[in-house]
RNA sequence: GGGCGGGUAGCUCAGUUGGUUAGAGCACUGCUUUGACAUAGCAGAGGUCGUAGGUUCGAGCCCUAUUCCGCCCACCA
C-alpha cells in the first residue's frame, strides 16, 4: 500500500537496499551479457559533491541504469582523484610543515575522510557504481601502475628530462603545464627607457619588465617600420650598458609602445620563441623562489622589488625616459594564483609534439557526443607548441620512478622490483660515468595519474584476460572545460603511448551549473548552491530529473529552481496516479488480454504508450535525457492523467466487469511501462511503486527494458478528435461555473467526420450528456 | 586575430530529415474544491523565431552576409 506522499524516507529506505542486495554488481563471470563499462571521472576530493557533480554524475548514471535495463552487464566503478596541491595546502595549514614521509600520511588521513563523506554523499543522490571497484590515486597500487606507465614510455622516448623554459610558479615552487594557467588582468607600467643606438643617439624601447634587462639579449623592430629599419644588424647599447645586436623581426607589433622592444630570454613566451630563432644567449635572470640572479647588484631580490630599484637607478642615470600606466593580462598560476615566470629549469617531459598527429587521429575515432566537442581537442592539439611537464616539486603525489645523475646528467628508469618507487626508499644505482645516481623527488602531475583509469579500472597491466574485456571502455562521460587535459592526456598516455587502442569509444561532454543568474557560482559572489541544501527541499529523484531536463549538451546552464519544483511536482503526480491505479486494481485479475478486444481509448492510451517507449528509447541511446523526460512529463501528465484517467474513471467505478477489467489492465499497464521509462532518472520513486503496485520482488533496475507495443494509428487520430470535444465541454462547463461533473441534457456535435457510435457512448457517460446528436459539417460542440 | 556554441513568449528552454494555426514549464489572469493529486484541474493572454538578402510551391530549420551574447585559443614587449 503505497503512502500517502512520496519522500526521502522512501529514498534511504531504497539506497540501503540496494547496497544491501548487490544490485549494481558488475559480473566479472558472465561471458553471456555484452558488457558497457563506464570510464567515470574520479572527483577531486575537496570533500563535498558541487552542483556540477551531481548533474554530470546523473548523467552517467542515467546511462548505466539504462543499459543494465536493456541487458547490459554494466561495468561503472568509480574512483577518486586525491593528490595534489589544495590538500596539501590544507594539511600543512592544520598540520605544520612536517618531513615529507609524515606529511604524506597526514595526507591520506585526510583524504580518507573526504572521500567518506563524498560517497556518502553520491548514495544520498541514488547514484549507481559499484564500490567493489573504488580507486584511489593515492594508494600504493595505482603508484605503481602509473609509474610503470611512465617506465614503459620512458622506454619508448617519450618521456625525458632536460632543461628547458617552464612555467614555474615561484609561490608553489614547482613547475606547472600550461593547461594549469589562468590569465587575470593587473595594473602595471609600461617604462620607456633610452638604449643607445649605433650612432651614439637615443632610442627608446618600451617594456613593462625593466627588471629583467640584464637579460637583454637583443633589441626587436619590425621589419617594415621605417623609424628602425637602418638599425638591422647594427649592435645597440642597453641602458645597462650591454652590447646587444638589433633585429627585424615580423612578429613586432609596430603600434605597440616605440615599436622597439628588448628581448630578455625569459620575459614571456615569445622571448623564448625569438631565442631560439636567432640563437640568442641564454640568461637566467630569476630563480626558483622568484628571486633575481645573474643581475649583479640586484640579485636576491624578489622580482617586485628589483623591478622598483632598477627604475629608480634608471631614473637617476636620466635613461627613463618616462612611465605609463598600462592594463595588461599575466599569466597566473590557476590554483594559487600567483604569477608565473618563464625559467629554465630540469624538469622530466612527455613528448607531445611529435605524437600530436596521432592523438589526434585517436580522437577523431571516439564518438564525440555532442559532435562538435571534438573541436576543443583539435583546437587544443594544433596549438601545443611545447611538450607536457609532467613533474611537480611536490610532496603528496605519485613519485616520479626515475634517477638522474647531477654530474653527468644521464638518467635511468627504476627497477620493476622496485615498484612502487618512493625516493626515500631507493635502492639507489651507479651512473655510468662513476658517480652515484640520485631517485628523483619531483612528484607526477595530477593528469598524469588520471590518465590511465581505462586502464586502471580494466586490470592493466597485469590481467590480460580482464583488459581484454574491458579495455577500451564504451563510455567516458566528462566535463567539457577539461577535454584539453583529462580526455587529452588519457587519448595520448592510455591510447597512443601504452595500448595503440583509443581508451573510450564514445566521449559524453556534460557542461557546467552556473547561478541562477547565469552567473559562475563562487564561493566570493556567495551564490553557490550545494546538493545537501537541495536535498533538505527535494528529493533526490526530483534533483536528478532537474539534471536530465538539463539536457547533455556540453553547454553550461543556469541552476533552476523552476525546473526542480516541476521536477517535484511530477514526482507528485506520479505519485498520486499510481496510487489512483492501486486503488482501482483492487478485484483486478490479472488475465491475458488480447490488445483488438480493447476499446477504442484503451488502444489509443497504449499506442501513445508505444510511442513514448519508442522516442524515450531513441533519446536514452542518443543521451538526449532532456528530450526523454519532457516526452515522458508530457505524456503522463496529459494523456495518461488528465485524459485517460478521467475518461475510465466511469468504468472503474462502473458495474460492466470486462469494461472494469480492461481498464485496470491498462491503467497497470501504462505505470508499469512508465516506471520502467523512468527507472533510470527516478531510481527511487520507480522502484517503490515496482514493489508496492506491482508486487516485484526483485530491483526494477535488474528488470527488462518495456518493449515497444503495437500502435494504432486510428485509435490515435479518433482519440485526436475526441480529445478535441471533451476539451470544448470542459470549456462550456468552466465558462459556465458548472462542476465537471455536472449532467448535460443534450449536445450537438458538428464534425467532419462523425464519431463512432462507441466512442459517443464513451463520451456520454465521460461528459455525462444524455443525449448526444451528430451532425455532418467544421468542427463545432453546442450545448443544447 | 582564430575556433566553437547561441540569439524562438516576461523568464528558462524544446523544436527530429524544410510541410497545416511555432510548443513546454515557470510567472501572469479567470474559473472550479470534481471519487489520485489545490504540490491539482479547466481555460485565457502573451511570439513579425537577432537583422538583411537568397534557394524553394513552402524556411524557426538550408545558403550568404551582418549584428549581439557566451566559452575556448593565440597575442598582450
Given amino acids: 500500500m503505497l503512502q500517502e506522499r512520496y519522500g526521502r524516507a522512501i529514498e534511504e529506505k ?11 554488481g558488475f559480473d566479472e563471470k558472465d561471458e553471456v551479457r555484452p558488457i558497457y563499462s563506464l570510464d567515470t571521472p574520479p572527483p577531486f576530493t575537496s570533500g563535498d559533491l558541487h552542483m556540477g557533480h551531481v548533474l554530470s554524475y546523473s548523467y552517467f548514471d542515467f546511462v548505466a541504469r539504462y543499459k543494465r535495463m536493456q541487458g547490459f552487464n554494466v561495468y561503472y566503478p568509480q574512483g577518486w582523484d586525491t593528490q595534489g596541491f589544495p590538500t596539501e595546502v590544507r594539511v600543512e595549514k592544520k598540520f605544520g610543515r612536517l618531513p615529507p614521509v609524515q606529511f604524506r600520511e597526514k595526507c591520506v588521513e585526510w583524504t580518507r575522510e573526504f572521500i567518506a563523506r563524498m ?33 614503459k614510455m620512458y622506454d619508448d622516448k617519450l618521456v625525458y628530462r632536460s632543461k628547458y623554459p617552464v612555467y614555474w610558479c615561484p609561490k608553489c615552487v614547482s613547475a606547472i603545464a600550461k593547461a594549469e594557467l589562468d590569465d587575470e588582468d ?17 632610442l627608446v624601447i618600451a617594456t613593462t619588465r625593466p627588471e629583467l634587462m640584464s637579460a637583454c639579449v637583443a633589441v626587436l623592430f619590425h621589419p617594415d617600420d621605417e623609424r628602425y629599419r637602418a638599425l638591422d644588424n647594427k649592435t645597440i647599447r642597453t641602458a645597462l650598458g650591454k652590447d646587444v645586436p638589433a633585429i627585424a623581426d615580423k612578429e613586432v607589433d609596430k603600434e605597440f609602445g616605440t615599436g622597439l622592444l628588448m628581448v630578455c630570454t625569459f620575459g614571456d613566451k615569445m622571448d623564448v620563441v625569438w631565442m631560439h630563432r636567432y640563437k640568442l644567449p641564454m640568461i637566467d ?18 622580482v617586485e622589488e628589483a623591478k622598483k630599484k632598477v627604475v629608480e637607478k634608471l631614473k637617476a642615470g636620466g635613461k627613463l625616459v618616462k612611465s605609463v600606466p598600462l592594463r595588461q593580462t599575466v599569466k597566473v598560476h590557476d590554483r594559487c594564483k600567483t604569477p608565473v615566470e618563464l625559467i629554465p629549469s630540469l624538469q622530466w617531459f612527455a613528448d607531445i609534439r611529435t605524437t600530436a598527429k596521432r592523438i589526434k587521429a585517436f580522437a577523431e575515432k571516439i564518438k564525440w557526443v555532442p559532435d562538435f566537442g571534438i573541436s576543443y581537442l583539435i583546437d587544443w592539439v594544433e596549438g601545443a607548441e611545447w611538450d607536457w611537464v609532467i613533474s611537480r616539486q611536490r610532496v603528496f603525489g605519485t613519485p616520479l620512478p626515475f634517477y638522474y645523475c647531477e654530474k653527468c646528467g644521464a638518467t635511468a628508469g627504476a627497477g620493476p622490483g622496485e615498484l612502487p618507487f618512493y625516493p626515500e626508499k631507493a635502492a639507489g644505482k651507479a651512473c655510468p660515468c662513476g658517480a652515484k645516481m640520485l631517485p628523483e623527488t619531483s612528484t607526477c602531475d595530477v593528469w598524469v595519474d588520471s590518465s590511465i583509469t581505462p586502464l586502471i579500472i580494466s586490470g592493466w597491466p597485469d590481467d590480460e584476460k580482464r583488459m581484454a574485456r574491458l579495455y577500451p571502455a564504451s563510455l567516458r562521460p566528462q566535463g567539457v572545460e577539461i577535454v584539453r587535459t583529462w580526455a587529452f592526456y588519457t587519448i595520448y598516455r592510455s591510447g597512443v603511448a601504452l595500448t595503440g587502442i583509443p581508451p573510450f569509444h564514445t566521449i559524453l561532454l556534460n557542461g557546467n551549473v552556473l547561478a541562477p543568474d547565469g552567473k559562475k557560482m563562487s564561493k566570493s559572489t556567495g551564490n553557490i548552491i550545494s546538493p545537501s541544501d537541495l536535498l533538505q527541499d527535494y528529493p533526490a529523484d526530483a534533483i536528478r530529473q532537474w539534471a536530465a531536463m538539463s539536457g547533455a549538451m556540453a553547454k553550461d546552464r543556469p541552476f533552476s529552481y523552476e525546473d526542480i519544483k516541476y521536477a517535484k511536482s511530477f514526482l507528485a ?5 499510481a496510487r489512483l491505479v492501486e486503488k482501482s486494481s483492487e478485484g483486478h485479475e490479472a488475465r491475458g488480454t488480447k490488445p483488438e478486444s480493447l476499446g477504442t481509448i484503451d488502444r489509443w492510451i497504449n499506442s501513445r504508450m508505444s510511442q513514448v517507449v519508442e522516442e524515450y528509447t531513441r533519446d536514452m541511446e542518443a543521451f538526449e535525457f532532456h528530450k526523454a523526460i519532457r516526452a515522458m512529463q508530457n505524456f503522463f501528465w496529459h494523456d495518461f492523467c488528465d485524459n485517460y484517467l478521467e475518461y475510465v474513471k466511469h468504468r472503474i467505478y462502473g458495474a460492466d466487469a470486462k469494461a472494469k477489467h ?14 520502467r521509462l523512468l527507472a533510470p532518472i527516478t531510481p527511487h520513486m520507480a522502484e517503490e511503486l515496482d514493489h508496492e503496485v506491482f508486487g516485484a520482488s526483485e530491483s526494477i533496475h535488474r528488470s527488462a527494458w518495456p518493449a515497444k507495443g503495437p500502435v494504432d494509428i486510428d485509435a490515435i ?3 485526436e478528435k475526441f480529445n478535441r470535444v471533451v476539451a470544448e465541454l470542459r470549456q462550456y462547463k468552466a465558462r459556465n461555473k458548472m462542476a465537471q461533473n455536472a449532467e448535460l441534457a443534450k449536445v450537438r456535435l458538428s464534425l467532419p467526420e462523425p464519431l463512432s457510435p462507441e466512442l459517443e457512448s464513451e463520451l456520454k457517460l465521460i461528459s455525462k450528456i444524455k443525449e448526444v446528436e451528430q451532425i455532418k459539417g467544421d468542427f463545432g460542440v453546442s450545448v443544447l
Avoid at 285 to 302: A, C, P, T, V, Y
Avoid at 573 to 577: L, P
Fill in 14 to 24: 531504497w539506497q540501503k537496499w540496494w547496497a544491501e542486495n548487490n544490485t549494481y
Fill in 119 to 151: 560517497k556518502a554523499q553520491m548514495n544520498e543522490m541514488g547514484f549507481s557504481p559499484d564500490w567493489r571497484y573504488e580507486y584511489r590515486t593515492m594508494d600504493p597500487e595505482y603508484h605503481r601502475k602509473v609509474q610503470l606507465s611512465l617506465l
Fill in 186 to 202: 593587473k595594473d602595471g607600467m609600461m617604462h620607456h627607457i633610452n638604449f643607445t643606438g649605433p650612432d651614439g643617439g637615443n
Fill in 285 to 302: 635572470s630569476i630563480d626558483q623562489h622568484g628571486r633575481m640572479r645573474n643581475s649583479g647588484e640586484f640579485d636576491g631580490l624578489k
Fill in 573 to 577: 503526480k506520479v505519485w498520486n496516479a
Fill in 662 to 675: 480492461d481498464a485496470q489492465h491498462c491503467l497497470r499497464h501504462v505505470l508499469h511501462d512508465s516506471i
Fill in 717 to 719: 487520430s479518433a482519440l
